[in-house]
């Protein structure tokens, strides 16, 4: 089975709330965290999964940086990528952040989870402002695959339907020389949804922040979604097919930034 190496990319930044990133916890705590795309290489093939955040950086009162075509374009670049190198995009969900600037990517076929996309049409009333309507018949003028649960994009590689954040989040599964890692989207948004023990993590500004841990949770939801008990769900789920925590890649988190996985 083909082996692959993961860089995840920053391609802008997004100012958030605690409560943002975990559920009803210590709203008056703000700070910084990546807008990540995750690239893919191994086999001849050239995968991104997502495609980074619209260019408006008040977009509906979020406090956004770096963001649009030219933060996809430097983060792609910061790998020795170019949109034009990818193969194939898979698109963890329709959100605004992560469903952006698709026309960069113009050799592409794009995948895209069935559910998420009936979803994108018709979100729930308090997710309205994080879909971009308009971004669907763009994305529908491409070769798009409107994939189920478990459809393979490549050797080792294959997709999940994870649903808690949005009705359709994606979840990507990479075969590597360590084993099976997954990139989780926004099921999880960094390591505090992962190990929700943790007192303190630095985010992407370097800035040092100091949180309340909560012990005895095995996972802690973010503050953004449709389902909690489809969370709970799905993160066990991903966790089993990982084999370990150390595998997990979240979708927002300042650690795994710039790093590559497995590590070279």
Known sequence: MTEYKIYPIEVGLIGVTKATMTFNL??????????????IEGGGK???????????????????????????????????AKPKDIDTVIISHFHFDHAANIGLFPHARFILQ???????????????????AELLPELESYDLILAD??????????VLCVPGHTMGQQATVVNTS?????????????????????????????????????????????????????????????LKIAGSRKRILPGHDPFINGKVFPAQ
Not at 27 to 39: R, T
Not at 149 to 158: K, L, R, S
Request: hydrophobic share 40%.
């Open 178 to 238: 360590e084993g099976k890692y997954v990139l989780s989207g926004d099921l999880l948004y960094m390591q505090l949804n992962l190990y929700p023990d943790i007192t303190e993590f630095i985010d992407a500004k370097g800035q040092t922040i100091k949180v309340v841990p909560q012990p005895g949770h095995a996972f802690y939801p973010p503050g953004i979604h449709v389902n909690l008990t489809d969370f709970y769900d799905s993160a066990w789920r991903i």
């Open 114 to 132: 069935k559910k998420e996309w009936a979803y994108a049409k018709n979100p729930i009333p308090v997710q309205n402002g994080v879909y971009v």
């Open 46 to 80: 050239k995968i991104l999964v997502d495609t980074g955040c619209v260019g408006d950086p008040n977009f509906h009162g979020f406090n956004l940086s770096g963001v649009g075509p030219e933060g996809m374009i430097k983060g792609l670049a910061s790998v020795g």
């Open 26 to 39: 210590q709203a008056d705590l703000s700070f910084w965290v990546p807008i990540l795309a995750f690239y």
């Open 149 to 158: 649960d478990g459809y393979e994009v490549a050797d080792g590689i294959n």
